[in-house]
Structures are given as C-alpha cells and as structure tokens.
C-alpha cells in the first residue's frame, strides 16, 4: 500500500467553480499536513501547512484534515484558469522525510 | 523560489559519463534534499543532508552520490549516468527535520543519451 494516495486526474473544472481535491495516507504517524501547487515544468510551492485536524483557511484555500479516517482534502473556492496545476499532498512525521504521491492534476476552464 | 538556484536548468549528456548538479541556496536553511520526478512515480527522494557534511539515502540512491562542504550549496553527482537517470531533479530546502514545509528549486531537466 503506498504512503499516500491521490486521483491523477485530471479534474476538469469551470472557472468559478469549488475545485475538491482528497488524499488518503496509511501511516498513522504522519503529524504534518501539507498541499503543494506545481506549474508544468516548475518546481511545486508550497500552498497550505498544517499539523492537526480540522479545517484551515488561506483566501480562497481551504485545507481540511481528519486524522481518525487518514483523509486530507483542500478545496479551491472561485477556481480560476490560474490554479490549472498538479496538487500534492504530502503527510509529514518528525524525523521522516515528506512521502509524496504522484498529485491530482487540475483544469479550471475559461 | 525561497532563494534556491539549481544549475545547470537542462543538460545533456553520454550515457557512463559522470554528472554534477548543483543546488545553491541563500537562507540559510540546514536540511536539504534531492528529489526526481518522473511520470507514474511522483517525487523520489535520492539523497538528504541535514547539516554540513552530514548526509544520508533516501528511497532511490543507487547510483548518485551526494556533497555538502557548505551549507548554501548541496551537490547531487550521477557516477556514471545511464538512461534510466533521464528525469527532472529537484532541489529542496527547509527549516524542519521532518521536511515539512519545504521550498522547492526550479529544477533541472536531465537526458541521458
């Protein structure tokens, strides 16, 4: 079983519409939730950290973690063309190195 | 990009020849990291330091070796490239052992021919 698990995609949205991306983690462990946002050809940026369940707010970006089911999920609010990217979700633990899944890859069509 | 600067951004070179890639950074950050990206597999860690002259493996080391003689600069070598180290290499930073919250360089796109 892997560490972490994401829909490649790709998720194909309207702009304006919620973008809702999930991942799943299998290791218990994992205290730090984190999203990352790669542009084609760039290296990712890091959007959103947080280490405990519950929901976290950045402008547009919410982050959402429950640890009891393993389950990371960040929503996109008012999706625009810009935030067309793969989304990472790699769960952290001290003393470990960051797991990353293979990402969900997002269209915000115009 | 959190003042990292990978070099060279693209490079190709001979199967068997040996490769240096090299990850500059200007935070002062003590951990730094190599990762490849391939399609199918993600981000793969190769090789991480945690300190000057302080380094260890990560998941895909075979066949790289890594140097830290300063803390700004983290050079990732291919002994003796092969096809199968045709990949995108990415630098990483951060304050934190666990990698957490870690700023990525802009990568380097190798081919081996």
């Known amino acids: 079983q892997k560490e972490v698990e994401q829909d490649p995609g790709p998720l194909s949205v309207p702009e304006g519409a919620i973008v809702s991306l999930n991942c799943t983690y299998s290791?218990?462990?994992?205290?730090?939730f984190m999203w990352y946002r790669q542009y084609s050809r760039k290296g990712p940026e890091l959007l959103m950290y947080t280490y405990s369940s519950g929901n976290k707010e950045d402008g547009r970006f919410t982050a959402q973690v429950d640890k009891s089911s393993k389950y990371i999920s960040l929503f996109i609010r008012d999706s625009q063309p810009s935030d067309s990217a793969t989304y990472l979700c790699p769960p952290g633990a001290a003393g470990n190195k960051l797991t990353f899944g293979g990402g969900t890859r997002v269209l915000v069509k115009p | 990009d959190a003042g990292i600067t990978q070099s060279p951004r693209h490079k190709v070179t001979e199967t068997g020849t040996p490769v240096t890639l090299r990850c500059h950074q200007t935070e002062n950050h003590r951990y730094m990291y190599w990762y490849r990206q391939d399609p199918g597999h993600g981000l793969r860690l190769i090789h991480y330091?945690?300190?000057?002259?302080?380094?260890d493996k990560g998941e895909v080391s075979d066949g790289y070796s890594v140097s830290r003689s300063k803390t700004e600069d983290f050079l990732l070598t291919l002994e003796s490239a092969t096809s199968s180290q045709t990949s995108v290499y990415f630098c990483?930073?951060?304050?934190?052992?666990?990698?957490?919250?870690?700023?990525f360089g802009q990568g380097t796109r190798l081919t081996v021919v």
């Open positions: 290791n218990s462990a994992f205290q730090y």
């Open positions: 990483a930073i951060s304050n934190r052992g666990s990698g957490t919250e870690a700023f």
């Open positions: 330091s945690y300190g000057v002259k302080d380094t």
